[in-house]
């Protein structure tokens, strides 16, 4: 009897997500038409396994995590630790980092990933809101550490420039945050041939993003609701 009403009360949520995730998708692929597509990342940090089973089980392949636990295609998204670099190296099923922000930790990262079958997706974290509470290299930066991944690190596949912004800035159709990315990479295409993506976007501002030329977005809270 227990049982029973377990499972009716799971299964309100499992719809919930599953309606969430599909709500994201159509919302993406209404400012995709004849372009580039997007990559959707689940943003799954703090939420239990069996939310991420549900949203796997509809079709999600990509998720964002500070730790990685199942099988699925995982980007990194916490702030790289040196300590941690080879436990990172070592998920045979981690599909990028998208945090690198310095030469040490993209160093770092391409000596321990060696020994893997073929080369670590990596994207460079730019702070491009200059707040000291964020995480990244200053975009006047950005050039020298994209050449010392593209010039020293073998084992590392450079594919991208990641900011998360200031959060205030959520819903500004002409996001200074994703201007100052979208410049860099057209400047660094210009510079060096290499067309790279952009991760930018979340919860709050992904269409934004989309409209200002992201090919990958990170949204947690529109997909599992709000972490309690």
């Not at 630790?81 to 945090?99: D, F, G, H, R, Y």
């Not at 002409?174 to 067309?195: E, M």
Request: glycine share 6%; hydrophobic share 35%; net charge neutral.
């Amino acid at each position: 009897m227990n049982s029973h009403n377990a499972e009716i009360d799971v299964e309100p949520h499992r719809q919930e997500i599953i309606n969430n995730l599909n709500n994201v998708r159509s919302r993406i692929k209404a400012l995709t038409r004849g372009r580039q597509e997007v990559r959707l990342v689940a943003v799954s940090k703090l939420k239990p396994v069996s939310d991420i089973l549900i949203a796997y089980e509809a079709g999600q392949r990509h998720f964002g995590e500070n730790y990685l636990p199942l099988d699925i295609q995982w980007h990194f998204i916490g702030m790289v630790q040196s300590n941690k670099c080879k436990m990172l190296a070592a998920i045979p099923n981690l599909w990028a980092v998208e945090t690198i922000e310095d030469k040490s930790k993209a160093s770092m990262m391409n000596k321990v990933c060696a020994s893997r079958e073929s080369p670590l997706r990596v994207f460079v974290q730019v702070n491009t809101s200059g707040e000291e509470t964020k995480n990244g290299i200053k975009p006047e930066e950005c050039f020298s550490l994209l050449d010392h991944v593209l010039d020293n690190c073998e084992n590392l596949k450079l594919t991208g420039l990641m900011t998360i912004g200031a959060r205030h800035r959520e819903n500004v159709e002409q996001n200074p945050d994703f201007i100052i990315l979208k410049n860099l990479q057209t400047q660094f295409k210009n510079y060096r041939g290499i067309d790279l993506e952009l991760s930018m976007g979340m919860s709050d501002n992904f269409e934004v993003a989309i409209k200002l030329g992201s090919t990958n977005v990170r949204t947690g809270s529109t997909i599992f609701g709000v972490r309690s």
